[in-house]
């Protein structure tokens, strides 16, 4: 299973160089997932580089340049839709290429780069999401007080 | 004279529009307005209610349903795939269940009520009243058809004309099924007004005795539905190879096939 696709940036890349946007086609039809590879009991906090931030409907989707222990390399993080950003506080061009930025995440069951966004901070302004799990709408753990179009920022 | 005369007629003239009132509004009781915005009612102790997941525990499934069920959800993949995150409509009954929690809009006039939820901006029309559309020209939807009547001050709503669906989350269904929905306004311990919706799904291929839902809606608190845009893969994919032969000095005349036939290459 390849990780998740984004539209708008496969978009770009089709434009900008043919043939390895071609290699990525094949990974169209998975372009939008549900929510059920995230683990939702747990919380990171990851640093990095703004490299796209895509404030999209069905789902939000993220590159973000991370530096650790593995090296150097862009993850790619999903969250809640565009109705839910800006009513948790998000406003249009908020997060640019090249800001630093903190993601709290749910993070990939199977342990890869990436992650389901529950909260981020980013030029000082923090953005957090209500503790609903997006594909069941129901709440996922006391780890936040929120509800499904609150702002309420996790506690952690 | 002339003014005399002008006189007289706009006292005529009102106490027709007067007597026309009173015609109008003895012919048409006062019916409750539903016309706002709206979202999820939670009552105290009560878990939120979504139409995601899976079918709801305790469904009276006939055999062919359990089959149903048990085919499409063979075909979910281990994302649990739904079809809201491939930009399509819930469809009716789940769309009224809120799926998400988003906002929804209720226009209402004498003869239509629609039905806005933000997500895909979905649609309902529910006509009321004598002007229907002919059976033969209702075109199946996710959201069928629904023609609604007032029952005291509750408007009762028939939806017929259903695609199959059978990817709905909570109440999966045939396109055999009917909805019958129950608009009423009540209002909370505080004094808010609230919509009460109650709907019965009878569907002789998946239900065994006709499944309930019930559920409330208070009013918008900050008043606005956002634009909910949600891309369309294959659209935007054909664009860009348009845009690609253009550049190339080409007419932009590829077609989806050309969309398709790139695709299948790599697999």
């Not at chain 2, 306004?185 to 006709?210: F, Q, W």
């Amino acid at each position: 299973m390849s990780t998740i696709a984004v539209s708008t940036i496969l978009r770009r890349l089709i434009v900008a160089v043919a043939a390895p946007a071609l290699v990525l086609w094949g990974t169209l039809a998975s372009a939008h997932h549900s929510a059920a590879q995230f683990d939702f009991g747990q919380r990171i906090t990851v640093e990095g580089t703004v490299k796209e931030f895509n404030v999209t409907n069905p789902h939000t989707e993220a590159i973000v340049t991370v530096k650790d222990a593995k090296g150097t390399r862009d993850w790619r993080f999903e969250g809640h839709s565009a109705s839910h950003f800006y009513r948790a506080g998000y406003t249009r061009d908020m997060v640019n290429a090249g800001d630093k930025i903190a993601i709290l995440i749910a993070p990939r069951k199977d342990g890869g780069d990436g992650g389901f966004i529950q909260a981020f901070t980013v030029n000082g302004k923090t953005v957090g999401f209500g503790n609903l799990s997006p594909e069941s709408g129901k709440p996922l753990d006391s780890a936040t007080t929120s509800n499904a179009t609150g702002s309420g920022a996790p506690k952690n | 004279m002339p003014s005399t005369l002008s006189a007289v007629i706009k006292a005529m003239s009102l106490a027709a529009a007067v007597a026309a009132c009173v015609a109008v509004s003895a012919a048409e009781p006062a019916h409750p307005d539903f016309t706002g915005l709206w979202t999820g009612h939670r009552e105290a102790g009560q878990g939120r209610a979504s139409g995601f997941g899976g079918p709801q525990a305790g469904l009276p499934l006939t055999e062919e349903g359990k089959q149903r069920i048990a085919d499409y959800n063979k075909l979910l993949g281990p994302e649990r795939a739904n079809p809201a995150a491939y930009c399509v409509d819930y469809g009716v009954p789940t769309v009224m269940e809120l799926p998400g929690g988003y906002p929804i809009e209720f226009i209402q006039k004498p003869e239509q009520l629609t039905i806005i939820y933000e997500v895909e901006n979905e649609t309902r029309r529910i006509y009321i009243g004598d002007r229907q559309l002919p059976t033969q020209k209702r075109l199946p939807s996710r959201d069928g058809y629904s023609e609604g009547h007032w029952e005291g001050d509750t408007l009762v709503v028939k939806t017929t004309d259903l695609l199959d669906g059978q990817d709905q989350g909570g109440h999966p269904h045939s396109d055999k099924a009917t909805v019958v929905e129950r608009f009423s306004l009540t209002k909370d311990d505080k004094g808010t007004k609230l919509i009460s919706y109650e709907a019965s799904i009878t569907d002789p291929v998946y239900y065994t005795a006709p499944v309930k839902i019930a559920r409330k809606y208070e009013p918008l608190a900050d008043g606005f539905i956002i634009p909910y845009r949600c891309p369309d893969e294959f659209w935007y994919s054909l664009l860009e190879l348009r845009r690609d032969q253009v550049k190339e000095g080409k007419p932009g005349n590829a077609r989806m096939s050309d969309v398709y036939k790139a695709r299948e290459a790599l697999e």
